[in-house]
C-alpha cells in the first residue's frame, strides 16, 4: 500500500494515500499541445474548471505558458494576464485547492495572492531561484517536477546513464532547495516529469519502475495524459489517447502514485476508485 500523507493546502486539507487525487489541467494558453486555445476566456475556463469538479478533480492545475517541446516562454506580464481573471474567478466559486503551474516565482506569488493554494513547478526549484521563497512565504505545497533541459530543447536526444538515479537525485536536490529556503519537506510533492525530456522508453520505464521514487518519503504526481508516448506506442492522435491515458494511469497508481494529473477527470475518476477499491481489499 501507498504511503498516506495529510497536505496542508494553505488551510485547505488533501489527504493522499488511501484514495488517489485526481488533478484537473486547465491550460489557459492558445498552444498548449492538446487543448491550447479552448479556455483562453477566462469565464469559459472557470465554467470547465467547475465541471472538472463535479466530475470528480480534487485539485485544478491553472497554467499560463504551454511547456509543450519546443516552446518558447512567454512574457511575464502575459502569463499574468492569462492566469490571475482564472484562479480568481474559481477561487471565488469553489473550495477545492488550485495549483498554479509555472516556473517564474514572480506568477507563483500572484497567483497565490489571487487564490491559488499549491505551486506545480517544472522545473523542480531549478529555474527560478526565488520560488522555494515563495513557497516558504505563504505556505504552499509545491511540486517538485524533473526536466532535462527546457521546453524548448528538452526532446533533442536525451540521455541518462542511469534514468531513475539520475531523476530520484535531481528530485532530491528540489527538495533540499525547498528546505534552504523555508518550506518543509511535507510541503513538497515529487513528480517525475513524464514527457519532459525522455523517448518513449524513459516514459515507459518511469511507469513501471515509479515505486522507486517511494524512497523519497514524499507523495508522487504523475502527469502521462494523452502525451506522445502514447500516440507513439498506439499510433494515436492527441485526441484518441484516452484509454492509453487510463492504462497509465492504472499502472501509476498501483506503482505507488498519489496525484494523476489529467484532462479526462470523469473516466480517470472511475479508473482511479477502481484501482483504490482493489488495492484496498483485505487490507
Same mark, same amino acid.
Given at each position: 500500500?501507498? *504511503?498516506?500523507?495529510?497536505?496542508?493546502?494553505?488551510?485547505?486539507?488533501?489527504?493522499?494515500?488511501?484514495?488517489?487525487?485526481?488533478?484537473?489541467?486547465?491550460?489557459?494558453?492558445?498552444?498548449?499541445?492538446?487543448? /491550447?486555445?479552448?479556455?483562453?476566456?477566462?469565464?469559459?475556463?472557470?465554467?470547465?474548471?467547475?465541471?472538472?469538479?463535479?466530475?470528480?478533480?480534487?485539485?485544478?492545475?491553472?497554467g499560463?505558458?504551454?511547456?509543450?517541446?519546443?516552446?518558447d516562454?512567454?512574457?511575464?506580464?502575459?502569463?499574468?494576464?492569462?492566469?490571475l481573471?482564472?484562479?480568481?474567478?474559481?477561487?471565488?466559486r469553489?473550495?477545492?485547492?488550485?495549483?498554479?503551474?509555472?516556473?517564474?516565482?514572480?506568477?507563483?506569488? *500572484?497567483?497565490?495572492?489571487?487564490?491559488?493554494?499549491?505551486i506545480?513547478?517544472?522545473?523542480?526549484?531549478? &529555474?527560478?531561484? *526565488?520560488?522555494?521563497?515563495?513557497?516558504?512565504? &505563504?505556505?504552499?505545497?509545491?511540486?517538485?517536477?524533473?526536466?532535462?533541459?527546457?521546453?524548448?530543447?528538452?526532446?533533442a536526444?536525451?540521455?541518462?546513464?542511469?534514468?531513475?538515479?539520475?531523476?530520484?537525485? &535531481?528530485?532530491?536536490? /528540489?527538495?533540499?532547495?525547498?528546505?534552504?529556503?523555508?518550506?518543509?519537506?511535507?510541503?513538497?510533492?515529487?513528480?517525475?516529469?513524464?514527457?519532459?525530456?525522455?523517448?518513449?522508453?524513459?516514459?515507459l520505464?518511469?511507469?513501471?519502475?515509479?515505486?522507486?521514487?517511494?524512497?523519497?518519503?514524499?507523495?508522487?504526481?504523475?502527469?502521462?495524459?494523452?502525451?506522445s508516448?502514447?500516440?507513439?506506442?498506439?499510433?494515436?492522435?492527441?485526441?484518441?489517447?484516452? &484509454?492509453?491515458?487510463?492504462?497509465?494511469?492504472?499502472?501509476?497508481?498501483?506503482?505507488?502514485?498519489?496525484?494523476? *494529473?489529467?484532462?479526462?477527470?470523469?473516466p480517470?475518476?472511475?479508473?482511479?476508485?477502481?484501482?483504490?477499491?482493489?488495492?484496498?481489499?483485505?487490507?
Amino acid at each position: 500500500m501507498r *504511503r498516506e500523507f495529510v497536505l496542508d493546502c494553505r488551510g485547505k486539507t488533501l489527504r493522499l494515500g488511501r484514495r488517489t487525487a485526481v488533478m484537473g489541467i486547465l491550460n489557459v494558453t492558445p498552444d498548449s499541445f492538446s487543448d /491550447g486555445g479552448l479556455f483562453l476566456d477566462p469565464e469559459r475556463a472557470v465554467d470547465h474548471a467547475l465541471r472538472m469538479v463535479e466530475e470528480g478533480a480534487d485539485i485544478i492545475d491553472v497554467g499560463g505558458e504551454s511547456t509543450r517541446p519546443g516552446a518558447d516562454p512567454i512574457p511575464l506580464q502575459e502569463e499574468l494576464r492569462r492566469v490571475l481573471p482564472v484562479i480568481e474567478g474559481l477561487s471565488q466559486r469553489t473550495d477545492v485547492p488550485i495549483s498554479i503551474d509555472t516556473y517564474k516565482a514572480e506568477v507563483a506569488s *500572484r497567483a497565490l495572492e489571487a487564490g491559488a493554494s499549491i505551486i506545480n513547478d517544472i522545473s523542480g526549484l531549478h &529555474y527560478d531561484p *526565488r520560488m522555494g521563497e515563495v513557497a516558504a512565504k &505563504y505556505g504552499a505545497p509545491v511540486v517538485v517536477m524533473h526536466i532535462k533541459g527546457t521546453p524548448k530543447t528538452m526532446q533533442a536526444s536525451p540521455r541518462y546513464d542511469d534514468l531513475m538515479g539520475e531523476i530520484t537525485a &535531481y528530485l532530491r536536490e /528540489g527538495i533540499r532547495r525547498a528546505e534552504e529556503a523555508g518550506l518543509p519537506p511535507e510541503k513538497v510533492i515529487v513528480d517525475p516529469g513524464i514527457g519532459f525530456g525522455k523517448t518513449v522508453e524513459h516514459n515507459l520505464i518511469i511507469l513501471q519502475r515509479l515505486d522507486e521514487l517511494s524512497s523519497l518519503g514524499r507523495p508522487i504526481l504523475i502527469g502521462p495524459s494523452r502525451k506522445s508516448f502514447i500516440g507513439a506506442v498506439l499510433d494515436l492522435q492527441v485526441g484518441d489517447r484516452l &484509454y492509453g491515458t487510463l492504462a497509465s494511469v492504472a499502472i501509476g497508481v498501483e506503482r505507488g502514485a498519489h496525484i494523476v *494529473r489529467v484532462h479526462d477527470v470523469k473516466p480517470v475518476r472511475e479508473v482511479v476508485d477502481m484501482v483504490d477499491a482493489i488495492m484496498e481489499a483485505g487490507s
